[in-house]
């Protein structure tokens, strides 16, 4: 079946570094892969996506890297904020389903 | 922006009784789901709908049903509602045109509480 990881449960990082998350995927080929960020007692927002065939995607302090060959994508949030603080969930999908992660909850520390 | 609203941030509910969870969405879209999601297990998929009067069963359908009789409403029923639902229930729709790039969006859930 289908099965999605995130490096950790939760990820504790000082103001200012660049925080990496990491979503690893088997059982599947997705097609194009979706970070979202979820705030407590919230809805998911949608981040960016990153296609098959793309190496790399950026927006802001966003960067995302797709790795169909590992079968893993990277998060890196530079500059990081405590605003930044979330959880980050990892969606790989190949049609107009989603299949969601349980997250990382990201801690930016001041 | 795109806005996905659901009728209620909590709700307490008795075993046994039908609850209604309805989902109105602003933005034209084809697309509407239903997830619940639970602590470590992340966003499970109840039912999805495609269009109007379809609807198609997630991963977790037992217990549930839903009506989308207008594109703009997907509604959630519990029909006998039991203490294993309780969860927080996410709406989400997504635009079929241009695939997935911009992404589901979700509204603000609701809390169940099934006593």
């Known amino acids: 079946s289908q099965k999605i990881e995130q490096n950790s449960e939760a990820l504790n990082i000082q103001e200012g570094k660049t925080a990496t998350l990491t979503c690893n995927y088997t059982n599947y080929s997705p097609a194009y892969l979706q970070w979202y960020r979820q705030d407590p007692g919230r809805g998911p927002v949608f981040l960016l996506l990153i296609r098959e065939n793309e190496k790399e995607k950026r927006k802001e302090r966003l960067k995302?890297?797709?790795?169909?060959?590992?079968?893993?994508?990277?998060?890196?949030?530079?500059?990081?904020?405590?605003?930044?603080?979330?959880?980050?969930?990892?969606?790989?999908?190949?049609?107009?389903?989603?299949?969601?992660?349980?997250?990382t909850q990201l801690t930016v520390l001041p | 922006d795109v806005k996905v609203t659901q009728?209620?941030?909590?709700?307490?509910?008795?075993?046994?009784?039908?609850?209604?969870?309805?989902?109105?969405?602003?933005?034209?879209h084809e697309n509407m789901f239903w997830y619940r999601q639970d602590p470590g297990l992340g966003l499970r998929l109840i039912y999805f709908s495609y269009d109007v009067k379809m609807k198609e069963k997630g991963d977790i359908p037992e217990g549930y049903s839903v009506s989308r009789e207008k594109k703009e409403r997907f509604s959630l029923i519990l029909e006998s509602a039991s203490t294993n639902q309780t969860s927080m229930y996410l709406c989400a729709s997504s635009n079929s045109s241009g695939g997935p790039i911009y992404g589901y969006t979700f509204g603000s859930g609701t809390r169940l509480t099934v006593v």
């Open chain 2, 7 to 28: 009728s209620s941030r909590y709700l307490v509910k008795r075993t046994g009784e039908k609850v209604f969870l309805e989902c109105v969405q602003d933005m034209d």
């Open chain 1, 64 to 103: 995302v890297t797709f790795d169909t060959t590992l079968k893993q994508s990277l998060f890196h949030i530079t500059a990081s904020q405590p605003a930044d603080s979330a959880t980050y969930l990892c969606v790989p999908g190949s049609a107009r389903q989603l299949t969601f992660g349980s997250g």
